[in-house]
């Protein structure tokens, strides 16, 4: 058969052709597989070349192929993420370090914003600090927090006030003092306005409150722990 009649005989018989390359791949498949990776091992820079020039003609599919991909391989990018971490533990400290040295006023500014705009996720993320500073093994849910709150009906332990519209929510504090040992978890985390707070500070209750303040907030904390 003439090159002129294989051109018009696959021309007049797609689904024909599309069968045979599906069989031709299905029966070589191993060997083809393993011809490929070879050849992108050898040809790394290649590969990155391609993909970079694609990604830039492409750049709507390209954003839709790494979203589906990232969507469908969460774990597998953990480990992959964790891996890469590892090996380039000493470029990243200097990565980072360079870019701190440079964009100082930047990142105080998006700091200052973020502590502004989300206290109570910066009290969250210093009591963790400081648990993992003292070595205090601390395991505070979302859930747990919101159960906290419903207990406490968004009023202060102590004083019993609520919240005014312009305030921001009551944090969740330790009742008894982390600085001391104390883990938060249900029976130790309590709701307090800002005055009753900063009153109570690293103390233990019974240095600062009274006998019968004390006795009603821990009669709570040890209903809500065995619930």
């Not at 207990?151 to 504090?173: L, Q, S």
Request: glycine content about 2%.
């Amino acid at each position: 058969m003439s090159k002129s009649s294989q051109a018009l005989w696959r021309k007049n018989n797609p689904e024909k052709l599309a069968e045979y390359g599906r069989r031709d791949y299905a029966k070589h498949r191993k060997k083809r597989s393993a011809k490929a990776k070879e050849w992108r091992l050898k040809n790394k820079e290649k590969m990155a070349s391609y993909r970079a020039k694609w990604e830039s003609n492409n750049p709507e599919k390209a954003k839709a192929t790494k979203q589906k991909w990232t969507t469908e391989n969460k774990e597998k990018l953990k480990v992959i993420n964790k891996a890469w971490h590892k090996r380039n533990k000493k470029a990243r400290n200097e990565y980072a370090s360079k870019y701190y040295a440079e964009h100082k006023e930047e990142i105080r500014v998006r700091k200052a914003k973020y502590a502004q705009e989300h206290p109570e996720m910066l009290r969250k993320s210093e009591r963790a600090r400081r648990a993992t500073q003292l070595e205090v093994a601390e395991y505070f849910t979302p859930k747990m927090e919101g159960l906290v709150r419903s207990v406490w009906d968004n009023r202060c332990a102590i004083c019993g006030r609520k919240k005014r519209p312009d305030e921001r929510r009551f944090p969740i504090d330790h009742w008894l003092p982390l600085s001391k040992g104390h883990a938060l978890s249900l029976s130790n985390a309590v709701l307090m306005c800002p005055q009753c707070n900063i009153k109570k500070g690293a103390k233990y209750p019974c240095e600062v409150y009274s006998e019968e303040t004390v006795i009603r907030v821990e009669t709570i904390l040890s209903e809500n722990g065995r619930n």
